[in-house]
């Protein structure tokens, strides 16, 4: 039992190791292992240094600005639309999946119909993973070493925003019976939609493999999609239950997000779009140093 | 440059351990003397800041086989840290001149 603790401790005293610098890392590893510590001391040890490290990264205004900013308001949104998009697609995914029938083809709206569901989802699809991707970049180039925790912060409220909440799709309520569509889709698509195009943007800025005319051109057309996408994003905010961040006043025309709802949401877009705004004026500004 | 308590163990350490100072070194010499465990937090944070004043300078060591193959971070005074621990090393003297240390 004891040796089984102690390797635990060397295995989390590696976890965090690995939040420090590769060159400071190998020396600390190198200290504990000579003067034969190891197990949860060394654990402690290594706990101490990375949190005297980072209290240092913190006392500068960057990786706050980076939690202002994009960690809680974008983590928030990011939240709301997921989770309207995992309840929306799970009840058309069940129509064209489990219900659908060959007299269906007898409809002669299908094609149209068809290809409205899966243009409007890749569409939000694509919105929800740019937002993210461009999310986890301006992350990254705010707070280098800090960015973990950024990043860690910003699955949590991801995750946890909207616990305790449903969307009005959820009314329908036999298509959430199963564990499935219930419980794992909607934390499927959060993880692949966006905690990894978040990841992926980190560590496309860490390794600095973006060309900037990429760069550019990305961010405009992520402006573009988010304009595009900005029905979505206002409905995913409304048209929940228990808590939600504005309540749907539809209007005449009983469709959200226009002229006569009396609560025109288009705002929000607004900001969704600033970490691509970010990246086409570091981009822009990059040009104006190089000439 | 007055120095805290603990910079000044520090420098006295690396005096001490000539050529041989480097971070565990280091550590295992405070302990000694003070009794006092001595976090590597506490020690690595406080070398930078020696360091970002000046009265250290440190650079990477050769690996060996004891640390399992992994560098050492080897330390020097500069003039300004022999000055600095001096200095506060004469105002402890100056300052205890004439007190007894006695429980009353």
Redesign the interface.
């Known amino acids: 039992m004891g040796e089984v603790m102690r390797r635990i401790g060397c295995v989390l005293a590696d976890l965090a190791a690995t939040l420090l610098e590769p060159q400071e890392r190998d020396v600390v590893r190198g200290d504990l292992a000579e003067c034969g510590v190891s197990g949860w001391r060394a654990f402690l040890e290594v706990l101490g240094l990375v949190a005297r490290r980072q209290a240092a990264l913190w006392s500068d205004w960057r990786p706050w600005i980076a939690v202002i900013a994009i960690v809680v308001p974008i983590g928030l949104m990011l939240s709301y639309a997921t989770r309207w998009w995992a309840d929306a697609y799970a009840i058309d995914i069940q129509i064209y999946t489990r219900l659908w029938d060959i007299s269906y083809l007898k409809y002669p709206g299908w094609p149209r119909e068809l290809a409205l569901v899966f243009w409007s989802g890749t569409l939000s699809a694509g919105a929800l993973a740019g937002w993210s991707w461009a999310s986890g970049y301006v992350l990254a180039s705010l707070s280098r070493r800090t960015g973990w925790i950024a990043i860690a912060l910003f699955a949590l409220i991801l995750f946890l925003g909207t616990l305790g909440t449903a969307t009005i799709a959820r009314a329908n309520a036999g298509a959430f019976a199963g564990h499935f569509f219930g419980v794992v889709f909607p934390r499927l698509i959060r993880f692949c939609l966006v905690m990894l195009p978040a990841l992926w943007g980190m560590h496309c800025f860490q390794r600095a493999s973006v060309s900037r005319r990429t760069l550019a051109t990305g961010a405009v057309a992520l402006i573009a999609l988010t304009a595009a996408a900005a029905p979505f994003l206002e409905s995913s905010m409304t048209l929940g239950r228990g808590v939600y961040l504005s309540g749907a006043v539809l209007g005449p025309d009983n469709a959200v997000g226009t002229a006569d709802d009396l609560r025109p949401l288009w705002p929000i877009s607004l900001v969704m779009v600033w970490p691509a705004v970010a990246i086409l004026l570091s981009t822009w500004r990059r040009v104006s140093v190089s000439s | 440059m007055l120095l805290g308590e603990f910079e000044y163990l520090m420098l006295t350490a690396a005096a001490r351990l000539g050529d041989e100072a480097y971070?565990?070194a280091i550590?295992?010499e405070i302990e000694d003397a003070t009794g006092a465990p001595c976090?590597?937090?506490?020690l690595?944070?406080t070398l930078d800041r020696l360091e970002d004043k000046g009265l250290i300078k440190t650079w990477?060591g050769d690996?060996?086989p004891?640390?399992?193959g992994?560098?050492?971070?080897m330390v020097r005074l500069t003039p300004k840290g022999v000055d600095a621990a001096t200095s506060f090393y004469n105002a402890v003297r100056r300052v205890s001149r004439g007190v007894v240390w006695a429980k009353s």
């Open positions: 971070g565990a550590r295992q976090a590597i937090g506490a690595y944070t990477m690996p060996t004891e640390r399992g992994r560098p050492k971070r």
